[in-house]
């Protein structure tokens, strides 16, 4: 879509299928609708391209060539060229965070995938994923890769990586997770990463994921977004949103929902 002078599109890795159990705290008995024939839930390993002026940025970077029982990615480069982006042509990446399913692209074959691009990603995600992991980690040895080439960028706070396109602390998913705020004009749009995992989270706001760090911190990260969302006319998305698709926060019954 475009908003304002900005261009964004959807680039999936592929799909996962999560077990409804990554939500521990679930009852997902008004939700079965969620739940695939196989009792697995489906969801995208979302990217997204945003071209702003001269400037080409990818935020995150799916999981890779997998295929296996959970991840099924590698999808990426062909949507990228769909989009009309070579990796050459990304001067920027922004990863929300550094689960393996956001960074898979970074380095292959030991050499920074995107050659032309600086990685920006969140300063405490950092210790979490590359100093408190063993050598043979495959993200920390991504991020060991490009530290080494001066790709490594961490950010911390709100710092604008290009026009139009700024990174905001996000707790609670990771140490280091970041939003990505995009606005143009009067226009305003937000990629939530992995801050919400499901539109249901709007519905029932005590759910946890399974990979939340910090799970109360985690809670209070999506309450904040919700309520700067809620009523206003930005739009949002997050990674694993079905079809990656924006919407609005909308409020009904004393409950929110995702339009």
Sequence with gaps: MNLGELRIDAVAD?????????????????????????????????????????RTVLIDAGIGPVDGPIFQGGQLPDRLKEAGAAPEDIDTVICTHLHIDHVGWLVRDEKPFFPSATVHFGKADWKQFVTDMPASDMTRKAMEVLDTAGRAAPVEGDTEVA?????????GHTHGHICIVLSSG???????????????????????AMSDVDPELAKRTRESLWRELEGSDDVAVAAHFPDLRFGRILRGEGKRYFA
């Design 14 to 54: 592929g799909t996962a299928k999560l077990p409804p159990a990554y939500f521990p705290n679930a009852d997902w008995g008004p939700h079965q609708q969620l739940i695939g024939p196989d009792g697995m839930v489906d969801i995208s390993l979302g990217c997204f391209l945003v071209r702003a002026g001269d």
């Design 163 to 171: 026009p139009g396109i700024s990174t905001r602390d996000a707790p």
């Design 186 to 208: 009067k226009e305003r749009a937000l990629l939530l990463g992995d801050a919400v995992t499901c539109p249901v989270q709007l519905e029932e706001p005590d759910w946890q």
